[in-house]
């Protein structure tokens, strides 16, 4: 998520699939929305120490925007 840190819990509200993605929408303790997408990051000085890390948005767009651009570095 650009320039916001999330502080506490998260709480699902649905979730959904887009492009072999889960994606979660929910809200945070101050009662904001966010969508967090769960994005596999490639370590490139040791294929050992591959990760996941769990991204969030404010915005469904920006969202969509990252899975593409996520999506094309992918192939």
Known sequence: MKGVTI???F???ETFMFN???ID???DERLD???RVNLYIENLEDDINDTF???YYRSINDLMEDIKCYSINQT
């Open 11 to 13: 709480t699902v509200l």
């Open 25 to 27: 929408k929910g809200f």
């Open 33 to 35: 929305i966010f969508y």
């Open 20 to 22: 072999d993605l889960q």
């Open 7 to 9: 502080f506490g819990n």
């Open 53 to 55: 890390i769990d991204c």
